[in-house]
């Protein structure tokens, strides 16, 4: 095995939805991610958004954006076109 196959594996892994929650981000803290995102309009898109879900969740203004960036690569959630992203599952899923 070559390297240049394990990195095509590893390419193919993270196109394959084989992403991994940021460190220190488990199940519990993706549930309350999810939770403060919808009560700010399940949207983050300026500071203004992110402050309060950094403060909801405990998590790190770091790990807020790898987990909107997980969430992204997931499929739960879609990258505005403006920037920001938009959580498109859990509470904000459309019904």
């Given at each position: 095995?070559?390297?240049?196959?394990?990195?095509?594996?590893?390419?193919?892994?993270?196109?394959?939805?084989?992403?991994?929650?940021?460190?220190?981000?488990?199940?519990?803290?993706?549930?309350?991610?999810?939770?403060?995102?919808?009560?700010?309009?399940?949207?983050?898109?300026?500071?203004?958004?992110?402050?309060?879900?950094?403060?909801?969740t405990g998590l790190s203004?770091?790990?807020?954006?790898?987990?909107?960036?997980?969430?992204?690569?997931?499929?739960?959630?879609?990258?505005?076109?403006?920037?920001?992203?938009?959580?498109?599952?859990?509470?904000?899923?459309?019904?």
């Amino acid at each position: 095995m070559t390297p240049r196959f394990i990195i095509s594996a590893g390419a193919l892994c993270m196109l394959a939805a084989c992403a991994m929650p940021p460190e220190g981000v488990g199940q519990e803290e993706l549930a309350s991610f999810d939770e403060a995102v919808a009560s700010i309009g399940c949207d983050l898109v300026s500071e203004s958004d992110y402050l309060p879900v950094e403060l909801q969740t405990g998590l790190s203004w770091e790990q807020v954006i790898e987990t909107a960036q997980y969430r992204v690569a997931t499929e739960d959630a879609v990258a505005l076109e403006g920037g920001g992203f938009r959580l498109t599952s859990g509470p904000c899923a459309a019904e």
